[in-house]
């Protein structure tokens, strides 16, 4: 579209919307005799109100179309027929804005008026940097303090695709959403990961480390308001913005390095970028999981539909009601959903289903030993992802229970996971993964009102997740037991000190 007045714009959105400058005046709160003067370019708006201005002009224009004036509208602005509303309001906003500045700086050269203030970007910068960085900078991280201690509300997109970052960046992407946690402790936090998961360059040594971090992104800190898309982006570019505030772009040498990043606080530029990349979420995002409830997972028996399953495997992160003996399974259930009998009769068919038909067919299983021995200790149990704290006696028929199907069962093969898969996220949950032929899952880490299970959507991370299994099963040697004996015997180790521990704690209570 040609460059022309914000006059001749707004004229030309009235024709084209069907709409009357009276109308638009009302809305405004202007008399019709300035509207008549935008128009001829006898005069333009205030500057201290054209921002409003603008936006009221065009969430006016939008709300009158009809599918006819809709477009004519496209057309005229030249623009994809199948974009959204919001992005139309937008796009007319900055339109009409950009018109009004250059016409302004024109009338400002002959002497007619000043060139608004407050129109562009209040700050502006823009600077490059040949550093290696990280995916969160510190620059962002700067300016994200500093919006913190303004009071500020945080709406950030980080945009990447994880097959191109460098080892290190995909270790710092570990630690990215418990920092975002601590932030939204203090202020209003969202956070949207578009996440390209396009490997290029097929590498096969850090294929476990990839889907850590998106299992970390959708199974912890279940409070913080964090959604992670499968998105088809730029390659070797990072994008991390925050709305109306902040944006950094980072190009990367094909290997992944750092080779410039760009800063900038243009707030046209930053809208532009934000609101390219919530499109492009819309358009072509897939989000990486669904979140369920415990108590939806059992009544729309998606549970049950997993255990049913063929090709069952699973990671145990922590201990649940896997493997539980049928009485103690309904004694669990009674206490934590006693209230519930609906749910109760659902447990009952689920805990017959476990024992005759998922105890008795092909099952792999891997459990942590840290996680089993830290069960033993507290007691702590995730039953149905619902935190329950089990007695002593009750801890050691569960896990005895474990102990009789590992020498017992020739179908369900159990080993033990003896340290981390990789040892930079030691320090993190240990992660859980339920996987089937057509139902992959994992669970967030539950707290007070948030103990979701998390389904996973997307086709892609669904086969990330099922060769991550494959690989720890078959070739991660050094941390995984496979020796029935070597596992049996832990267990029994485990359990004798546990029973230690609690006698010596009885003792010391009485």
């Known amino acids: 579209m040609n460059s022309i007045t914000f006059g001749s714009i707004l004229e030309n959105l009235l024709y084209i919307s069907n709409q009357k400058k009276s109308a638009l005046a009302n809305t405004l709160g202007y008399d019709i005799s300035y509207i008549n003067k935008w128009i001829s370019s006898k005069n333009l708006p205030s500057s201290k109100r ?297 447990l009952n068919k689920i805990n017959i289903f476990l024992q005759n038909a998922t105890y008795k067919s092909k099952l792999k299983v891997l459990i942590y030993e840290a996680e089993l021995r830290k069960y033993l200790s507290s007691g702590c149990l995730h039953f149905f992802n619902t935190p329950v704290t089990l007695t002593f006696k009750e801890r050691q028929r569960h896990v005895e229970y474990i102990e009789k199907i590992i020498m017992e069962s020739e179908d369900v093969e159990i080993r033990m996971i003896d340290g981390n898969f990789i040892d930079e996220f030691r320090n993190n949950d240990n992660p859980s993964l339920y996987l089937s032929k057509s139902l992959k899952m994992t669970k967030m880490h539950p707290i007070s009102g948030k103990n979701y299970y998390s389904i996973i959507c997307d086709n892609k991370f669904k086969e990330m997740c099922d060769e991550l299994f494959d690989d720890i099963w078959n070739s991660k040697i050094d941390v995984v037991i496979d020796d029935k004996e070597g596992i049996h015997e832990r267990i029994s180790k485990s359990i004798r000190y546990a029973r230690i521990m609690s006698e010596n704690l009885t003792e010391n209570s009485n």
Not at 103 to 122: L, Y
């Open 50 to 346: 054209i921002n409003e201005i603008c936006k009221d002009i065009a969430l006016f224009i939008v709300d009158s179309l009809n599918n006819s004036t809709y477009e004519n509208l496209v057309n005229y602005f030249e623009i994809d027929e199948k974009s959204d509303k919001e992005y139309i309001i937008r796009y007319i906003e900055k339109t009409l804005k950009n018109a009004y500045m250059d016409e302004a700086r024109g009338m400002s050269d002959k002497g007619v008026q000043n060139i608004p203030k407050n129109t562009h970007s209040e700050e502006f910068y823009n600077s490059l940097s040949s550093v290696e960085a990280t995916i969160v900078q510190k620059e962002f991280t700067n300016e994200i303090f500093s919006l913190i201690n303004k009071g500020e509300n945080l709406d950030v997109i980080l945009s990447f695709n994880l097959f191109d970052l460098t080892y290190k960046d995909k270790v710092s992407l570990g630690n990215v959403k418990k920092s975002f946690y601590e932030i939204s402790r203090n202020t209003n936090t969202k956070i949207t990961i578009l996440m390209g998961l396009e490997d290029k360059r097929k590498n096969k040594e850090q294929k476990i480390l990839n889907t850590l971090i998106g299992i970390n992104f959708i199974s912890t800190y279940p409070a913080l308001d964090f959604e992670v898309y499968n998105c088809n982006i730029n390659p070797n570019s990072t994008i991390s913005v925050i709305k109306d505030k902040f944006l950094i772009n980072t190009t990367h040498y094909p290997d992944g390095q750092c080779l410039l990043s760009t800063y900038s606080k243009d707030k046209n530029l930053i809208e532009d970028v934000y609101y390219s990349l919530v499109r492009a979420q819309k358009q072509k995002g897939k989000s990486l999981c669904e979140k369920k409830t415990p108590l939806s997972m059992i009544e729309d028996q998606t549970y049950l539909q997993y255990i049913m399953n063929n090709d069952l495997r699973c990671i145990l992160g922590s201990i649940n009601e896997f493997f539980m003996p049928s009485d103690l399974f309904m004694e669990v259930a009674e206490r934590t959903f006693g209230e519930n009998k609906n749910i109760l009769n659902e």
